[in-house]
């Protein structure tokens, strides 16, 4: 199912080191908005007191906004506090070759407190860790695989930023959807991706254009959900890594552009057990075959897709992507392989398995498949159900909860949310309640391009 190819042992990076063919290996973890953090070692350096000992790292990290500075109100780290260091301990599992990158490999972090040697319970990874082994408590593990999309420009992230972001050049000029002409001409950069990823242990199934300008689709191979999580996080920094050297910007902004689709990053999702899917089963609903299992997780799911909605659509932006027919959901409903539910089950037999199509492109990995299977476990413990099965187009239905309109409403279901306390734990649960809250505080202090067009003389 998988393939080793870029992946590292030990021995083997030692290999690459003796030959020359590695001199940099780079220690990494996620902070809340799933931007990646660490140090860059000196290969030998690494070999010699890193892989086995660890490092250490300024726990303000857990508390930082999107400009990286330490924000107030934290009861995890604070100026009171000294803002003190955390242990950052290498998983092995995930050393591979950065390929993209010059002589350079990349391994994954957990991040660990320094005094009761424990997860850092609020770090992004710990969470999800924490979901993966209550799934295992009752038997299961999960495969999962995200289909990420993103658009490209002509102009660097430099150029880009100089032009305050506005008027730059999609790589496409006309929707490109499954659409191969305009795909060859950006193969200059999905080329170099897919070639990217698969040398760099994270294999590649297919790129795709997608609905807008210059607007593109990765999909990478499924595995197990944490691995699936890593290779998310490091195929996007592959991916802005390798704009950079090609002068040009990709962006994983959820919603780009006003008059262009937004961009998604449906997750698919699967229980199994020591016998395979546990979701293919003798029940019949519609033209769905499936078990108990598929039927509580599912229900779990959608039961608490209002609380978990910081975790699918965690910025600004992201909601300004849930628009009437523009291929992301705006009801909460299931159907069979209908692109207009937020929860779409596909597959068959040994394939079956639940897209879920709220999550932006900007989307931290960790954080929505750790909800997602919060939600599941709630489902798969108190035998939930989900609402009856839907047929038609979910957008025109009557009747159907929506999904929150902006951040500012979606952040107080979670907030109070007690089953988010108990899943996530009540400190993680106010933590990430509190850096939501902070991301609306900031918005709502800015005067925006907006404003001004609309009122600087008319008002």
């Known amino acids: 199912m998988t393939s080793s190819r870029g992946m590292l042992s030990l021995d083997e990076l030692a290999a690459h080191v003796d030959a020359e063919s590695v001199d940099t290996v780079i220690v990494a973890f996620t902070d809340h908005y799933g931007r990646v953090h660490g140090k860059r070692y000196d290969a030998t350096f690494f070999l010699d007191d890193c892989a086995e000992g660890g490092t250490h790292a300024c726990d303000y990290l857990m508390t930082v906004d999107m400009d990286m500075n330490p924000q107030p109100g934290y009861k995890y780290a604070s100026w009171e506090l000294g803002y003190g260091d955390f242990h950052m301990v290498p998983d092995m599992g995930t050393l591979r070759m950065a390929a993209w990158l010059d002589r350079t490999a990349i391994v994954l972090c957990d991040l660990v407190d320094d005094a009761t040697h424990d997860f850092v319970s609020v770090a992004p990874r710990s969470m999800l860790r924490r979901q993966v082994h209550r799934l295992a408590d009752l038997g299961f593990t999960s495969m999962a695989a995200s289909e990420l999309e993103y ?6 992230y430099k150029e880009a930023a100089e032009a305050g972001f506005r008027d730059l050049t999609s790589v496409g000029w006309y929707s490109e959807d499954y659409h191969l002409v305009q795909g060859a ?37 499924y595995t197990d959900i944490l691995e699936m999580a890593d290779r998310h996080t490091i195929m996007k920094l592959l991916m802005k890594d390798t704009a950079d050297t090609l002068g040009v910007s990709a962006t994983f902004m959820a919603k780009p552009e006003t ?32 078990s108990e299992t598929f039927e509580h997780f599912l229900g779990g799911w959608m039961a608490h897709t209002q609380e978990l909605m910081p975790f699918y659509a965690p910025t600004i932006n992201a909601y300004k992507r849930y628009q009437e027919a523009s291929w992301a959901p705006t009801n909460i409903a299931w159907s069979y392989d209908n692109r207009t539910a937020g929860f779409r089950v596909v597959g068959a037999g040994p394939s079956l398995r639940i897209e879920c199509r709220i999550p932006g492109a900007d989307v931290n990995p960790y954080l929505a498949y750790a909800g997602a299977l919060a939600a599941g476990i709630d489902g798969l413990e108190h035998e939930m159900r989900p609402p009856d099965i839907f047929t038609g187009d979910v957008y025109a239905a009557q009747n159907l909860e929506r999904v929150p ?48 067009a609309r009122y600087f003389d008319r008002i």
């Open 259 to 290: 008059d262009q689709a937004g961009s998604s990053c449906h997750i698919h999702l699967s229980l199994w057990d020591s016998e395979g899917n546990a979701f293919p089963g003798e029940n019949t609903i519609g033209p769905i075959n499936c």
């Open 151 to 156: 658009y490209v420009y002509e102009e660097s």
């Open 405 to 452: 309109g902006t951040l500012s409403q979606a952040v107080p279901a979670f907030a109070d949310s007690e089953f988010v306390a108990a899943a996530l734990t009540a400190e993680v649960r106010d933590h990430y309640a509190h850096f939501y809250s902070l991301e609306v505080a900031a918005y709502d202090a800015v005067v925006t391009d907006w404003e001004h």
């Open 185 to 221: 001409r950006e193969e200059f950069y999905n080329g170099a991706i897919r070639r990217n990823l698969a040398a760099s242990g994270i294999p590649v199934e297919t790129s795709k254009g997608e609905f807008g300008r210059g607007q593109h689709e990765m999909n990478i191979r």
